[in-house]
Structure formats: structure tokens, C-alpha cells
């Protein structure tokens, strides 16, 4: 059995913390011992460039040539082209991956062509998490279908909500088709600030509609300016925490470290006893 988990960030809309989310729960996945790989699946390259890469485009080799090697049926490039931060380990992305998706619908067995490209690397990496694009595209699809478990991050906003739907319809539409061991981890509400009254209303119909279906992580990642700060630094909320002088903007962005601490625990949690119940099942 593969002790690779491979988790998808996924939603349709944007703005609702799906870098912030990849990088910074890798992060803590890492910080548990674990071996974690990130992987830029977004055309902006907004992780590559959270992992310190800010010139995306003078990256020599990144995931889209990656998949166009696996597409032409050629051997992939040998050299490791990971960017290695202290937690986790990054495949970069920049715009050539746009050229890609103009690409792969012409390619016979298309959705799986990122499965292809991961294959090595499960062998090598505990757990794998995907960065992916805004959109329900074929580059979503090749993420779902190559996926575990997919997280999705929601922001308390009308029009995430609407994205929410969307992708776990594409998920249900995903498990039926190609790829029957998926499932969704969890709904993870981000950009969370609990003294709006919109919040609150909205927090409700997530946990009226969704709660039933799918999972709702009782952690929510709080509205903190330095986290985002921390991305264009280049830095994990743990790295920036440590930079704070502010007590006040210490303890709340200290409160978004926690909150992804304790998914990071949750997920490690949860494969533990569904490999626990697989063995002894044999």
C-alpha cells in the first residue's frame, strides 16, 4: 500500500486562501515529521513565489514541462527540480502551464496525466498537496483524479458558497468516473472574522447545507493582515510569527498557525485509522 497521501486545495473561486492553505498546512504537516511535497498547479505561480521564487518566469523547468514530457510519452527530466524550504519541498509553476491546458484536451487519456507525473514522487514524499487553479477545468480534473482527499477552503461570502457547490459536484462526478478512492477532507473556512454579523449568517447556511455531506474542520483560519504579508515574504505563518513584535498581531496570527496545526493533526489522524482499518481488513 502506498503510504503517499495525496491531498487536492481546491475550489472554484478565487481569493479564498488556497496557496495560503497549501503552503502553510504542508508547513505544519511537516513540522510533524513528515516528509511533504507542494505542488504549483495554478498558472499565476502564487505558491512558487510564496516559496521564495519571485521571478517565476526565469525558472528553467517547472510542473508544466513535467507534463508535457508525460503527455509526448518521453522520459521525464531526472535532475530534482523542487524548491527546498526547511517544512516542505515545492514543484514550481509559472504562466508556461496556461500552455498546457491549451494543450492536454488533445492528449488520450488526459485527465491522468498528472498522475503520471506524481507517480515518482508518491514513492518518495508522506503526504503531496496540490495548489490548483480557480477553475473546473482539466487541470483540476488531472488534480481529482489523481488525489486522496480534497480540502476546500471557503471564505464566509456568498459567491465561495457557490463555488463550494460546484466543486464538490465535480468531485461526486469525479468519484463515479475515474477516480473511486477520493473523498473530501473537509470544508475549511478561512478569512474567518467572527464579530460580522455576515459571518455568522453565512457560517450557518455552511453548516445547514454541507454539514450532513461532507466535513466542516471545527478549526477556522482567522483574518490576519501578516499572513498574507507573510506569503509575499516568502515566509510560513510559523517563519512570520517569529518576526512579530506586536503582541496583539503575535497572538492572532499565532491563532492562525494553531488552526493549521490542528488540521495537520486531524489529517495525520484520520489516515492512521483508515490504514489501521485497511490492514485489518487483510
Known amino acids: 500500500m502506498n503510504k503517499c497521501t495525496t491531498i487536492a486545495i481546491l475550489n472554484q473561486k478565487g481569493g479564498v486562501g488556497k496557496t495560503t492553505t497549501t503552503y502553510n498546512l504542508g508547513w505544519e504537516l511537516g513540522k510533524l515529521g513528515k516528509k511533504v511535497l507542494l505542488v504549483d498547479f495554478d498558472s ?19 510542473i ?50 498528472l498522475d503520471g507525473v506524481l507517480e515518482k514522487y508518491k514513492e518518495i514524499y508522506d503526504y503531496i498537496l496540490i495548489d490548483c487553479q480557480p477553475t473546473l477545468g482539466m487541470l483540476p ?32 462526478k469525479i468519484k463515479r468516473r475515474m477516480n473511486t478512492k477520493i473523498e473530501v ?54 517563519e512570520k ?7 496583539h498581531e503575535r497572538e492572532t496570527l499565532e491563532r492562525v498557525v494553531n488552526a493549521y ?3 495537520a493533526k486531524e489529517i495525520v489522524m484520520n489516515d492512521k485509522k483508515q490504514r489501521g482499518i485497511l490492514n485489518g481488513s487483510k
Open 44 to 62: 499565476q505561480g502564487n505558491l512558487t513565489m510564496q516559496a521564495g521564487v519571485m521571478l517565476t518566469d526565469k525558472l528553467k523547468i517547472t
Open 185 to 238: 477532507a473537509g470544508i475549511l473556512i478561512t478569512k474567518y472574522e467572527a464579530n460580522l454579523s455576515e459571518t455568522k449568517h453565512i457560517e450557518g447556511i455552511i453548516s445547514d447545507v454541507f454539514s450532513k455531506k461532507v466535513h466542516i474542520f471545527e478549526n477556522k483560519i482567522v483574518k490576519c493582515t501578516k499572513l498574507g504579508q507573510a506569503g509575499r515574504e516568502g515566509l510560513s505563518a510559523s
Open 261 to 263: 496545526e490542528t488540521v
Open 241 to 247: 510569527m517569529k518576526t512579530i513584535g506586536s503582541k
Open 141 to 172: 480534473i488531472n488534480a481529482m483524479a489523481t488525489c486522496d482527499k480534497v480540502i476546500i477552503p471557503v471564505v464566509c461570502e456568498l459567491w465561495p458558497i457557490k463555488g463550494l457547490e460546484a466543486a464538490l459536484k465535480s468531485i461526486a
Open 64 to 113: 508544466a514541462d513535467l507534463m508535457m514530457a508525460q503527455m509526448k510519452d518521453i522520459p521525464l527530466p531526472e535532475d530534482d527540480i523542487t524548491i527546498k524550504k526547511d517544512m516542505v519541498d515545492v514543484l514550481p509553476c509559472n504562466i508556461t502551464l496556461s500552455g498546457v491546458d491549451n494543450t492536454i484536451n488533445g492528449v488520450m487519456e488526459r485527465e491522468f496525466v
